[in-house]
């Protein structure tokens, strides 16, 4: 089983920055694939960002490409989200997901490929 845990939500000014973590315990996080996914109302969760649990492949929905970015810090089983040049559209909660994966360089963009996920930080962006 992994545990995985959000921090770093909140309430921040269109153009704005925030740093989401993403703390994995019960397994190594470096035999994991990590995942952010958000959800706003009335829509369906979708992509954010990516890593391979090298973190040498990253994976960027085009709506968040130059503006997020997706990192990781295996020696602390953490995941990072930051989220540079908020706009209100980006409002959302934003859930870490994780899956075991056996490669250095691969990474999943589908829900049902993740096995594990947090349970959300909402991040709330004001115009």
């Known amino acids: 089983q992994v545990q995985l845990v959000e921090s770093g939500g909140g309430l921040v000014q269109a153009g704005g920055s925030l740093r989401l973590s993403c703390a994995a315990s019960g397994r190594r996080a470096s035999s994991l694939t990590m995942g952010w996914f958000r959800q706003a109302p009335g829509k369906e969760r979708e992509i954010v960002a990516a890593v391979s649990w090298s973190g040498i492949s990253t994976y960027y929905a085009d709506s968040v490409k130059g503006r997020f970015t997706v990192s990781r810090d295996n020696a602390k089983n953490t995941v990072y989200l930051q989220m540079n040049s908020l706009k209100p559209e980006d409002t959302a909660v934003y859930f870490c997901?994780?899956?075991?994966?056996?490669?250095?360089?691969?990474?999943?963009?589908?829900?049902?490929?993740?096995?594990?996920w947090g349970q959300g930080t909402q991040v709330t962006v004001s115009s």
């Open positions: 997901a994780a899956s075991i994966v056996y490669s250095t360089t691969y990474y999943y963009t589908r829900l049902n490929e993740y096995a594990y």
